[in-house]
């Protein structure tokens, strides 16, 4: 079978070139659709309110004994919005600023953070970033099981006063 020609001798565009282009677009579009089928790992993020409330027992019935909560599924994920906290305490003083660190992150307790952004206020940069680098120095002291692993990154914010510390802690979902 003789290729088709033009009368340069240049070979002509054959349709059937683009079968394999094709082939590998459908792949594509195939694996943008089974990874979009995946379950939602915000849903398994514990201080969502429920859609609908749930009814409450009549007083006739007989208490039961609570089912036990579901194991999560899907992939573990980090919630994409910041718990946003705050502490004020004198540079270099420790204790003031594990107290803070306490007290400002009791009510996430048993939640586990995935990462930390901590912004120091100072005047100087070089002051802020490190305020900012002795709080993370101790979140994990403050809260072993909330901060273990968690990675940390420390940012200065310009302000007239120093000892104050912005903290952005992002949570896993489960």
Known sequence: MKRATSPKGRRRFEPLHLAG????????????????????PLAAKPDRPSASPSPSPSPSATPKKPKPKPKPKGPRAVVRTPVKVAINARAGDKDAILRGLRRVTERYAGRQAAFVL??????????????????NALLEKARPDMFRGATTRDFWKGGAS???ADIEIYF???
Do not use: C, E, I, N
């Not at 282009?21 to 939602?40: H, K, R």
């Not at 005047?123 to 709080?135: E, I, K, L, Q, S």
């Open 21 to 40: 282009w094709l082939f590998a677009d459908m792949l594509l579009v195939l694996a943008l659709v089974a990874m979009g089928d995946q379950a939602d």
């Open 118 to 135: 901590t912004f120091g206020r100072h005047p100087d940069p070089g002051g802020g970033g490190a305020y900012a680098h002795d709080v």
């Open 162 to 164: 120093s000892g104050h």
């Open 172 to 174: 896993y979902t489960y």
